[in-house]
């Protein structure tokens, strides 16, 4: 939150506030009270306010979603599943539709290819690393989604084709 520099907050209910004071436990941070670490805090948040950067991310977060549940429907053997709130987003790759065989091969490749040939960072994630992971920063944009959708659309369509040739 404070755009690479260590800031920290703890929000917690009375309960369990009084809960840490009957063990003489006290709450403490090693930047805690810091006046370059607030004022940095403070920043970032009057930032995200003035930006409406929470009202973008819903935004283009639900758009993104959309697009990528449309792109499901069209490569169901490729997108097992599209999951996701706001900009962090997940999207399952799979071999085949019945089994949700994990795409492992084909999720690090996705990823791999992204960087280099498009410029654009994603990573997988996952018990079985086969979900493509997004999470760009909050000032992402509608035309930053166009550009990763398009990509990920050329990709997907390739791993498409080169299952129908093994055919």
């Known amino acids: ?14 309960a369990v506030a009084r809960s840490f004071e009957a063990t003489g436990i006290q709450y403490f941070n090693t930047y805690g009270g810091n006046p370059v670490s607030c004022a940095i805090a403070i920043a970032v948040m009057t930032a995200v ?38 900009l962090f ?35 997988s994630d996952g018990p079985d690393v086969n979900v493509i992971k997004l999470k760009p920063p909050m000032v992402f944009s509608r035309a930053n989604a166009d550009r990763f959708l398009k990509a990920f659309k050329t990709l997907i369509s390739e791993i498409r084709t080169q299952r129908f040739q093994l055919l």
Do not use: W
Request: proline fraction near 5%; charged fraction near 30%; glycine fraction near 10%.
């Open 49 to 86: 306010d003035e930006e409406q950067l929470v009202d973008n991310a819903k935004d283009v977060g639900g758009y993104l979603l959309s697009e990528l549940e449309n792109m499901q429907r069209r490569f169901p053997d490729v997108i097992g599943d599209v999951r996701g709130v706001g």
């Open 89 to 123: 987003v997940g999207v399952e790759l799979i071999k085949d539709p019945k089994t949700k065989t994990p795409a492992t091969a084909e999720t690090r490749d996705v990823v791999d290819r992204m960087k280099n040939e498009f410029r654009i960072l994603v990573s």
């Open 1 to 14: 939150m404070g755009n690479g520099h260590p800031v920290a907050a703890v929000i917690t209910t009375e």
